[in-house]
């Protein structure tokens, strides 16, 4: 069994279409740690020593977000720039992440069509996530393709939403259980149901 933390990151929540939602399912799932990072630091305090023994007691780490201008809301990225630093996570003694795995679980307002990199010169959403990428890679942890759920504006009223909120229960079970396909290509663009060891409730 893997230790799995969800740290979920949404200023925004009262807005929220589908992504609290998941948050919720996300929180309910056994033995996985779940924090919500605005609610834990509304004045962006975070304590720095809290969380990086949050890192060293898990195994994957997953950022929960709603996509806010191309990038993770600036809470996410504040934890970034304080919790990853030199000599903890890189640098000279910073080995503490080394073969830890990481995953984005993404919403996105618009439909795939707004982040076709072949329509939007190249600014794919796997583009727009390079650089956290690249950064959880500088950590020695392995970026696992992102879960995506596109057009979430829109996710609840087409039906799209109790579907994708159970398979996200069902990935972090998996991540859990170490049952996540290990074959997935790291370069594939994104996770889907098609990658998601799912119960009967998902299969009808």
């Given amino acids: 069994m893997s ?13 929220s279409r589908v992504n609290l939602a ?3 399912a ?10 919500d990072l605005y609610a834990e630091y509304p004045t962006f305090g975070i304590d720095i020593d ?15 977000f709603p996509l806010y201008w191309y990038s993770t809301p600036s809470l996410l990225k504040e934890w970034q720039d304080l919790v990853l630093e030199y000599g903890f996570s890189y640098g000279p003694g910073g080995d503490k992440l080394q073969g830890k795995k990481f995953l984005a679980v993404v919403t996105a307002g618009g439909r795939p069509a707004a982040y076709d990199a072949d329509v939007n010169q190249m600014h794919g959403l796997r ?3 390079s650089p ?5 890679e500088v950590c020695g942890m392995t970026f696992l393709p992102p879960f995506v759920l596109f ?5 609840n009223s087409d039906g799209r939403a109790p579907r994708h909120i159970l398979a996200y229960r069902s990935l972090l079970e998996a991540l859990r259980d170490d049952r996540l396909d290990p074959a997935i290509p790291p370069r594939e663009n994104f996770l889907d149901y098609s990658h998601i060891p799912m119960g009967k409730e998902m299969e009808a």
Avoid: C, N, Y
């Fill in 3 to 15: 230790r799995v933390l969800v740290l979920f990151a949404h200023p925004g929540q009262r807005h």
């Fill in 26 to 35: 996300a929180s309910s799932v056994a033995d996985v740690t779940f924090a």
């Fill in 50 to 64: 809290i969380e990086q023994k949050r890192l060293l007691a898990h195994d994957t780490v997953v950022f929960q």
């Fill in 22 to 24: 998941m948050a919720k």
């Fill in 151 to 155: 057009g979430a504006i829109d996710a």
């Fill in 132 to 136: 956290l990428q690249r950064s959880v």
């Fill in 127 to 129: 583009t727009l996530l």
